[in-house]
């Protein structure tokens, strides 16, 4: 039930805010498809409301609890330098990942 009214709430509020007005001076140029501080402010209440979810079900303090928390922690370690490292590839001129030369076969 939670789901289906924010998914409603989210296509509510987008259909009143409408569409973006680009704002840089050059017009041809397209602006990201997002807006870096709603994302960060989203994941920041998501992570929040996760945590207390997660670790609350444990109803104490004890290992369970702390297990929850790590694993809730987890994928923010591996996610975020993942998404910097492909943030700076698209928007930095970076060299192309290749694998490691091998010697030739004998």
């Known amino acids: ?3 289906i009214s924010a ?6 509020s987008t259909l009143l ?6 704002v840089s001076e050059n017009r041809n140029e397209t602006p990201p498809p997002h807006n870096v501080m709603l994302v960060y402010l989203g994941a920041a209440i998501l992570w ?7 670790a609350g079900s444990a109803i104490a303090a004890n290992q ?12 923010l370690y591996v996610c975020m330098p993942l998404y910097v490292l ?3 590839r698209t928007h ?3 060299p192309p990942v290749r ?7 004998l």
């Open 99 to 105: 694998p490691p030369s091998l010697p030739p076969s």
């Open 1 to 3: 039930m939670i789901h």
């Open 7 to 12: 998914g409603f709430a989210g296509l509510a």
């Open 86 to 88: 492909m943030h700076l």
């Open 17 to 22: 805010i409408g569409k973006r007005k680009i």
């Open 64 to 75: 369970s609890a702390s297990m929850a928390m790590l694993v809730c922690r987890m994928p």
């Open 92 to 94: 930095i001129s970076l």
């Open 48 to 54: 929040v409301g996760w945590f207390g979810f997660n």
